[in-house]
T-cell receptor
Framework: RKEVEQDPGPFNVPEGATVAFNCTYS??????FFWYRQDCRKEPKLLMS???SGNEDGRFTAQLNRASQYISLLIRDSKLSDSATYLC???????????FGRGTSLIVHP | EAQVTQNPRYLITVTGKKLTVTCSQN?????MSWYRQDPGLGLRQIYY???????DKGDVPEGYKVSRKEKRNFPLILESPSPNQTSLYFC?????????????FGPGTRLTVT
């Protein structure tokens, strides 16, 4: 089983829709997780962190399901500007090598 | 402005011609790293550095070298580039090794080796 897995998509949704992505991981010892956003041909940017209590920032909610070993990112009221690739990052085994998922592509259309 | 800079942004070179991609950050960060991003493979770490003179291999270090002589700079060296090193390269930094997963990325360097 790959260590970090994401559905590549693309997820095509209309403006205003609610969309959710999952990221599954194989290392159950992880204490914190992260979501990054990457626009086409640009650098990844940290979107939000996810701890056991979850995290909410405006229209974005990130949650952790430790029992099933996945994290989720929920985007409410999607905007055209949310179109991007969303990467999850899982620390594995206490190392200093972040493991990135391959990303989920989101396309928000008018 | 807090930032990570990389140079050059675009580079086309030939097999075997040594090259260096520079990376600099102005945030006094201890941790710096290099990634390559390839279609279908995602971001993979090449090397990382926890502080000056401390570097270590990431997931895909073969064919690359790094050095960390100053805190702000972390150049990536390709001694003898080959076509399979054609990729999009990102430098990144974070405040400490403990925050290695909360990184600031540079704008990327698109390298083509013919």
């Amino acid at each position: 089983r790959k260590e970090v897995e994401q559905d590549p998509g693309p997820f095509n949704v209309p403006e205003g829709a609610t969309v959710a992505f999952n990221c599954t991981y194989s290392n159950s010892a992880s204490q914190s997780f992260f979501w990054y956003r990457q626009d086409c041909r640009k650098e990844p940017k940290l979107l939000m962190s996810v701890y056991s209590s979850g995290n909410e920032d405006g229209r974005f909610t990130a949650q952790l399901n430790r029992a099933s070993q996945y994290i989720s990112l929920l985007i409410r009221d999607s905007k055209l500007s949310d179109s991007a690739t969303y990467l999850c990052v899982v620390p594995l085994g206490g190392s200093y090598i972040p493991t990135f998922g391959r990303g989920t592509s989101l396309i928000v259309h008018p | 402005e807090a930032q990570v800079t990389q140079n050059p942004r675009y580079l086309i070179t030939v097999t075997g011609k040594k090259l260096t991609v520079t990376c600099s950050q102005n945030m006094n960060h201890e941790y710096m790293s290099w990634y390559r991003q390839d279609p279908g493979l995602g971001l993979r770490q090449i090397y990382y550095s926890m502080n000056v003179e401390v570097t270590d291999k990431g997931d895909v270090p073969e064919g690359y070298k790094v050095s960390r002589k100053e805190k702000r700079n972390f150049p990536l060296i390709l001694e003898s580039p080959s076509p399979n090193q054609t990729s999009l390269y990102f430098c990144a930094s974070s405040k400490t090794p403990g925050t290695a997963y909360e990184q600031y990325f540079g704008p990327g360097t698109r390298l083509t080796v013919t």
